[in-house]
């Protein structure tokens, strides 16, 4: 589960309420009981000054050579793609995206809400293995939402993602709400996901 930009590992629980969200959805029978992993994202040496480097590339490494190994050795995970989820909002929806739909063979859910994914010019690149066979990705995605409030600066960017995927055949949720760029916004969306991993 990732954080924004500006943020750090504790966002999620400090301002988006992660842990009694999930907690309750648990407890009412809503979802099942998993492991969320919030890192911090960013793969610069100093975040506030990412001018210039490659901050998702480097968070990839980090991530798949060493967040998710660290985490199945010392955790009771189902360490296999059907059972992992990759999730985040604004500059963490566009890196779990970018990432996860990138890598089908590590992330079977893939969900971004607010996120940063604009120049869709680049899109066609940046999601080339996605789109190469729509018939393939779609039978290892379990789930691909994007979500984002009406008021939100990047509800437009949203829009076109969701149109670009439907136009490759990518199945997905488009989920438009009201709201701006705000936790309550995340908050909401988090609530609607957590039961459909």
């Known amino acids: 589960l990732l954080h924004g930009a500006n943020n750090d590992e504790t966002t999620w629980m400090r301002q988006g309420r992660a842990n009694p969200i999930l907690d309750n959805l648990n407890a009412a029978g809503k979802s099942r009981p998993f492991i969320v992993v919030m890192p911090l994202g960013y793969g610069v040496a100093d975040p506030m000054n990412p001018r210039g480097a490659d901050n998702t590339g480097l968070f990839t490494a980090d991530l798949l050579g060493d967040l998710i190994p660290m985490i199945d050795a010392k955790f009771r995970t189902l360490s296999d793609r059907d059972h992992r989820a990759l999730i ?24 971004g809400f607010s996120a940063a994914i604009r120049q869709p010019e680049t899109f066609g690149a940046r999601f080339a293995s996605l789109i190469k066979d729509a018939g393939a990705s779609n039978r290892k995605l379990h789930l691909l939402w994007v979500g984002c409030g009406t008021e939100d600066g990047l509800f437009e960017p949203a829009k076109v993602f969701s ?10 949720t488009f989920h438009e709400s009201p709201g701006a760029h705000t936790y309550m916004v995340w908050r909401r969306y988090l609530n609607e996901v957590a039961p459909l991993l």
């Open 88 to 111: 985040g909002l604004p500059m963490g929806g566009g890196q779990a995206l970018t990432i996860g739909l990138n890598h089908l063979d590590v992330f079977s859910h893939v969900g």
């Open 163 to 172: 149109k670009f995927l439907s136009d490759h055949d990518i199945k997905h």
